[in-house]
């Protein structure tokens, strides 16, 4: 089990960070209202976590719960959030994972509600960081479908879209769950600016398989490993002529002389001038 935040700060100091955090998500726009939550493993028992019903811009570090592995409320003024059995679940299934951050940042959620995952290797920097980022089935927030749907991938990727809700990414530290978090909403806003400007190009798979091995080089620590597909590369994408209309096929075309074609524009414009 990977070393816990409570050894290494005090519980006060953790509920500055979740403070902080929680400014930065309001500040970026990745919540709004009384929207998303953050939450911190304190120890093997322990979990301090934001509150249901208040903004996440205007946090204090009282105003922050402290609840046990089930979900039972320890200490706090405040009442747990309905999505605590989210972070519950990551914890029990990811003893390497020591913080969670949930949102609805609005480029990547734009994917989820379009049933997209973020999964074509373009950017190097997020295959090194988070290799893709798979798209969990819709599970209604607060109830343990949305954690039914998370369960295939929480073992090998470290964030998630929600199909319909947001996304979640979770890490060793409250910070390494926020970057996480911000290089998957970056991704998916440079993904949405590509496929306006008409696709991105992709990289093949030699060079997606050399971004993983270099995460030693940038000292990346990850679960996520090299699977063919996961991102998909030049090789999976769809072959550009099979992806022009059907007019393409040579048996559905019609083909004219220069003088066919003359001859039909002249009886054209007769046409318009009768």
Not at 148 to 166: C, I, K, V
Not at 181 to 193: G, N
Not at 260 to 271: E, F, G, S, T, V
Request: overall charge negative.
């Amino acid at each position: 089990m990977a070393r816990f935040l409570g050894m290494q700060k005090t519980e006060a100091q953790h509920r500055d960070d979740i403070v902080r955090v929680g400014r930065f998500m309001y500040e970026k726009g990745w919540v709004a209202s009384n929207d998303g939550n953050i939450s911190i493993r304190l120890d093997e028992n322990r979990i301090l976590a934001t509150p249901t019903s208040i903004s996440k811009g205007m946090l204090r570090p009282e105003d922050l719960i402290i609840t046990d592995l089930d979900g039972n409320k320890i200490s706090g003024e405040r009442e747990r959030t309905s999505e605590m059995g989210m972070h519950l679940t990551i914890y029990r299934t990811r003893p390497d994972v020591n913080a969670v951050v949930h949102a609805h940042p609005p480029a990547a959620t734009g994917f989820a509600v379009a049933g997209r995952a973020l999964n074509v290797g373009i950017l190097p920097e997020v295959i090194v960081s988070l290799g893709a980022v798979p798209l969990a089935a819709y599970g209604e927030p607060g109830t343990e479908a949305l954690s039914d749907g998370m369960m295939p991938y929480l073992a090998n990727y470290d964030a998630l879209l929600l199909a319909n809700h947001g996304a979640v990414a979770y890490g060793d530290c409250i910070d390494r769950a926020f970057c996480r978090m911000d290089t998957m909403e970056h991704s998916a806003r440079i993904t949405l600016v590509a496929e306006l400007l008409g696709g991105p190009k992709v990289l093949p798979r030699v060079e997606i398989q050399k971004l993983f091995e270099a995460r030693g080089r940038y000292g990346v620590k990850s679960h996520n490993r090299f699977e063919p597909g996961w991102p998909l590369a030049a090789e999976d994408m769809p072959d550009a002529e099979e992806s022009r209309p059907a007019t393409r096929n040579r048996s559905e075309m019609i083909e004219l002389t220069r003088e066919q074609l003359l001859a039909i524009i002249d009886d054209a414009l007769r046409a318009t001038r009768a």
